[in-house]
């Protein structure tokens, strides 16, 4: 029993030093360890790993949390994870298990996310699978995710790696739907450039193009990135479909209007998206600005219901107009805007109701215009003439009213730009 005990205390020591040589890097140790006390070189370890870059779990798994805390690793994951170069070339000249995943990563994984290109090159020339993938399904090409993810990406194409695979989960995305919604331009057109497909559709059938939209709004700052813009008109001119729908009949331009991002939307809609087409419930992209005016304190609403009404979209059926102003009495140079798309419209009791005393002591002289201008008496003869003209060119007046040569004061009446009072 003695002896026993002995020879496990020995081992747990080996171990214990085996570990500390490959956090330390000391691989002179780790090559003694090796060739003289023969430990297996695919030992594996119970190590910490707080932000889960050693371990990847399937989906929809739950999971005791004390779990989430620690990873197993074998030694060629810890190199990676820490950048030892040299000890990573130890363990691969003993023959360690290259695509070992003892925690659902193999170290190319676990390389492409800390975008070590080095381990990266030195794993892929010693066999690594460049489409080998974790146990939540993600390839290594699904992990570059970041700006300094660029080199990694390129010596996984180089190396072989499927431009075009898809994860092995419920979403089904492509690395064009990854970076496309992490905002990396760069690597939108190296992936495009070595073969990546525009239009692919993720699991919820959307787009890149769909996808980079919906993740142009930074929902906890409520700010636009700039990034996502330049993905969609890089998109755009790759000849991405503009009218792409969802499983839920979504195209990108909904959720453009859904994060009121009016400087995308006047991409969409010069790029040729439409601008009435609905949902699987029947709204289009003017309703869903309506929807989310009063959350988006970053946005400019008044521009775009301007855009989608200067390019045709329906307008509020005049009975349900109340809505507008339930919606958008906050933001009166919206409300002036649809209203003034109208060539009259009548008050009802209803509008006044839908205003908050608070609200309409503030912008007191705009709401009391909008009243009088929407009583029985016709509108001014000016804003009917706006109408005649706008429903003479209906959609093409954006694109025929540079031939008019007028002034832009009255070329931005036509256009609906809001003045802070209605007549």
């Given at each position: 029993?003695?002896?026993?005990?002995?020879?496990?205390?020995?081992?747990?020591?080996?171990?214990?030093?085996?570990?500390?040589a490959?956090?330390?890097n000391?691989?002179?140790?780790?090559?003694?360890?090796?060739?003289?006390?023969?430990?297996?070189?695919?030992?594996?370890?119970?190590v910490?790993?707080?932000?889960?870059?050693?371990a990847?779990y399937?989906q929809g798994?739950?999971?005791?949390?004390?779990?989430?805390?620690?990873?197993?690793?074998?030694?060629?994951?810890?190199?990676?994870?820490?950048?030892?170069l040299?000890?990573?070339?130890?363990?691969?000249?003993?023959?360690?298990?290259?695509?070992?995943?003892?925690?659902?990563?193999?170290?190319?994984?676990?390389?492409c996310?800390?975008?070590?290109?080095?381990?990266?090159?030195?794993?892929?020339?010693?066999?690594?699978?460049?489409?080998?993938?974790?146990?939540?399904?993600?390839?290594?090409?699904?992990?570059?995710?970041?700006?300094?993810?660029?080199?990694?990406?390129?010596?996984?194409?180089?190396?072989?790696a499927?431009?075009?695979?898809r994860?092995?989960?419920?979403?089904?995305?492509?690395?064009?739907?990854?970076?496309?919604?992490?905002?990396?331009?760069?690597?939108?057109?190296?992936?495009?450039?070595?073969?990546?497909?525009?239009?692919?559709?993720?699991?919820?059938?959307?787009?890149?193009?769909?996808?980079?939209a919906?993740?142009?709004?930074?929902?906890?700052e409520?700010?636009?990135?700039?990034d996502?813009?330049l993905?969609?008109?890089?998109?755009?001119?790759?000849?991405?479909?503009?009218?792409?729908?969802?499983?839920?009949?979504?195209?990108?331009?909904?959720?453009?209007?859904?994060?009121?991002?009016?400087?995308?939307?006047d991409?969409?809609?010069?790029?040729?998206?439409?601008?009435?087409?609905?949902?699987?419930?029947?709204?289009?992209?003017?309703?869903?600005?309506?929807k989310?005016?009063?959350?988006?304190?970053?946005?400019?609403?008044?521009?775009?219901?301007?855009?989608?009404?200067?390019h045709?979209?329906?307008?509020?059926?005049p009975?349900?107009?109340?809505?507008?102003?339930?919606?958008?009495?906050?933001?009166?140079?919206?409300?002036?805007?649809?209203v003034?798309?109208?060539?009259?419209?009548?008050?009802?009791?209803?509008?006044?109701a839908?205003?908050?005393e608070?609200?309409?002591?503030?912008?007191?002289?705009?709401?009391?215009?909008?009243?009088?201008?929407?009583?029985?008496?016709p509108r001014?003869?000016?804003?009917?003439?706006?109408?005649?003209?706008?429903?003479?060119?209906?959609r093409?007046?954006?694109?025929?009213s540079?031939?008019f040569?007028?002034?832009?004061?009255l070329?931005?009446?036509?256009?609906?730009?809001?003045e802070?009072?209605?007549?």
């Amino acid at each position: 029993m003695g002896e026993t005990v002995t020879r496990a205390g020995a081992a747990k020591l080996l171990k214990k030093a085996f570990l500390e040589a490959l956090q330390s890097n000391d691989y002179k140790t780790l090559e003694e360890l090796l060739t003289e006390k023969q430990i297996d070189v695919d030992t594996v370890f119970e190590v910490e790993d707080e932000n889960l870059l050693l371990a990847s779990y399937k989906q929809g798994y739950w999971l005791p949390s004390y779990k989430m805390q620690h990873s197993w690793a074998t030694g060629l994951h810890l190199s990676v994870l820490y950048g030892h170069l040299e000890s990573l070339r130890v363990l691969l000249k003993h023959k360690a298990t290259i695509n070992c995943r003892p925690n659902g990563k193999a170290p190319i994984h676990i390389a492409c996310e800390v975008t070590n290109l080095d381990c990266v090159k030195i794993l892929c020339s010693h066999g690594a699978k460049t489409n080998c993938y974790s146990l939540s399904g993600l390839a290594p090409l699904h992990y570059c995710t970041t700006k300094l993810s660029m080199p990694c990406a390129q010596q996984l194409i180089w190396k072989g790696a499927d431009v075009n695979i898809r994860t092995n989960n419920q979403d089904e995305e492509t690395p064009l739907h990854t970076v496309a919604r992490c905002g990396i331009p760069e690597m939108v057109a190296f992936y495009v450039e070595h073969g990546a497909l525009v239009d692919c559709v993720n699991a919820h059938r959307e787009t890149p193009l769909a996808v980079a939209a919906y993740w142009a709004l930074n929902g906890r700052e409520q700010t636009y990135s700039t990034d996502h813009h330049l993905i969609c008109r890089m998109l755009l001119d790759y000849n991405a479909d503009v009218n792409s729908r969802d499983e839920d009949f979504r195209t990108p331009i909904h959720k453009a209007a859904w994060n009121c991002d009016h400087v995308l939307l006047d991409m969409l809609l010069e790029a040729g998206a439409e601008a009435n087409l609905m949902d699987d419930n029947g709204c289009g992209p003017l309703q869903y600005v309506l929807k989310v005016t009063g959350v988006r304190p970053s946005a400019q609403p008044h521009l775009c219901f301007q855009l989608l009404l200067n390019h045709g979209a329906a307008r509020i059926y005049p009975p349900q107009f109340h809505k507008v102003l339930q919606a958008c009495c906050a933001y009166p140079r919206a409300v002036e805007v649809i209203v003034n798309s109208y060539e009259h419209i009548k008050a009802t009791t209803k509008w006044r109701a839908a205003i908050p005393e608070d609200v309409f002591q503030m912008h007191k002289d705009f709401y009391e215009s909008l009243f009088e201008a929407c009583a029985n008496t016709p509108r001014s003869l000016k804003h009917l003439a706006r109408c005649a003209i706008r429903m003479r060119f209906f959609r093409r007046y954006r694109k025929v009213s540079p031939l008019f040569f007028i002034p832009v004061t009255l070329n931005n009446y036509l256009l609906l730009q809001p003045e802070g009072i209605i007549y």
